[in-house]
């Protein structure tokens, strides 16, 4: 009977160790995935459009402490964005990469709305990943909102690795797979 134990033991290890794995996969890609789509968001808008933000107080001298920011990484803009960003996993699929078995995902939808101009082979695509998808993203989105806020209020290199590698460490690993020109 002592041999069952060890096996058993042995057993729920390596199904642990896959469903973190799963999980984290999960989690890295929504993080990757959430970056692309407020990069891309972010770029759509007018370089010129601005914000006035601060105080509209009128000082004691008869000024006021108004500042005119980029609106395109305002804080308005940037909770707007972050409110509506994660509908937009179901967008993508999951994509097994064959040689390290890790789950990526990838947009399955272009930017203009056609999916037949892009290579969909071995693209899984079901309501069950972009469900998934978006219930990581929207945690993502909660749990990190002001880091979120923060890295997109200025432009930044490298984003993506950034926030998604070293400030969240939802990502151990780099994924190789890249669809930002989408």
């Known amino acids: 009977m002592k041999g069952w134990g060890w096996l058993a033991l042995l057993l729920g290890v390596l199904l642990g ?3 973190a794995r799963r999980s984290q996969d999960l989690h890295c890609g929504a993080c990757r995935a959430l970056v692309d789509e407020l990069e891309w968001e972010i770029a759509k808008v007018d370089p010129k459009k601005t914000i006035q933000m601060g105080s509209f107080r009128i000082n004691p001298d008869g000024s ?12 308005a803009h940037l909770t707007e964005l972050l409110e509506e960003v994660c509908d937009r996993m179901k967008e993508y699929g999951e994509q ?10 990838v947009r399955v939808v272009s930017r203009s709305g056609e999916s037949s101009e892009l290579d969909l082979q071995g693209i899984r695509i ?6 998934t998808l978006k219930f ?3 945690s993502i989105v909660e749990e990190y909102e002001d880091e ?3 890295f997109f209020s200025r432009e930044a290199d490298n984003v993506k690795d950034k926030l998604c590698s ?11 797979t890249s669809h930002d020109e989408l």
Do not use: F, M
Not at 64 to 75: H, I
């Open 148 to 150: 979120l806020i923060e």
């Open 166 to 176: 070293k400030r969240t460490d939802l990502c151990d690993h780099v994924l190789h």
């Open 136 to 138: 990581a993203c929207e």
């Open 17 to 19: 160790t896959a469903w």
């Open 96 to 105: 097994i990469d064959p040689s390290t078995h890790r789950k990526n995902y």
């Open 64 to 75: 006021q402490s108004v500042v005119e920011v980029p609106y395109a990484r305002s804080e």
């Open 126 to 131: 079901d309501s069950d990943i972009s469900g």
